[in-house]
């Protein structure tokens, strides 16, 4: 398989002028982002930067207060910054990935079935949508542990069932946020390489935010915020 060239000229995800503020204090001041198929961005900064804010308004997690976030999905742009909770839902649902630095997978609940529970949420059948999570388990080095609950694996392994889960669906951004802050430092170089694979790998887009220098190194370009403002940005590669 050929993995596209990123073009920031199309971005996949686009974003103009987002500000958001808690009260008083501005997590965000006016940041533009942009994110091209097959690039990966890490978002750094001090604890307070604005980096996961900045996350959650890219994913419609949260409404910015002002500015503009665009998706260029299959069927059209579509402004995320408009749409009501319910249709913000949906999209994070259909067209977003996430992985977070405790997986949030469900205990109660076989590998398998927790990467296979998206699928079933849009209306896939149990059985059809078991057999694609089982394949992208197997994509990412846990064919045979299907059957294990999350307390039955390692840290890695965990977090190797989230970049699953995040993929299962198709969706063409993943964010991550801290996704390798619990690991020790051999596992996390594991971990992104898997997750890199796994999503810039096929053509998708990846959004990491990282407290990590190393991995930010493994994304195409780094973005540093302080204070709600982007103040760099350089290309790793």
Request: charged share 20%; proline share 5%; with cysteine.
């Amino acid at each position: 398989m050929t993995t596209p060239v990123p073009d920031p000229a199309r971005p996949v995800l686009h974003a103009i002028a987002l500000t958001k503020a808690y009260g008083s204090a501005a997590a965000l001041a006016g940041v533009d982002f942009r994110v091209a198929a097959g690039e990966s961005v890490a978002i750094m900064g001090a604890s307070g930067s604005g980096k996961t804010t900045l996350l959650h308004c890219l994913a419609g997690i949260v409404r910015p207060d002002s500015g503009t976030v665009t998706l260029n999905a299959p069927g059209g742009p579509v402004e995320v910054t408009v749409l009501g909770e319910t249709e913000r839902s949906r999209l994070r649902r259909e067209y977003f990935g996430f992985v977070f630095q405790q997986g949030l997978l469900l205990p109660e609940l076989t590998a398998v079935e927790n990467v296979g529970l998206p699928l079933m949420l849009s209306g896939a059948p149990r059985r059809e949508a078991e057999q694609h999570a089982a394949d992208w388990l197997a994509r990412l080095g846990l064919a045979g542990m299907e059957a294990r609950r999350i307390g039955q694996l390692s840290g890695g392994q965990a977090q190797r069932v989230a970049i699953a889960r995040a993929q299962v669906t198709g969706a063409p951004v993943v964010f991550a946020d801290e996704p390798t802050g619990a690991l020790d430092s051999t596992t996390s170089a594991e971990v992104m390489a898997a997750l890199i694979a796994a999503t810039t790998g096929n053509g998708r887009s990846l959004v990491v935010v990282t407290h990590d220098d190393e991995v930010a190194r493994r994304c195409s370009r780094v973005l540093r915020l302080s204070d709600g403002r982007i103040v760099d940005e350089a290309v790793t590669r």
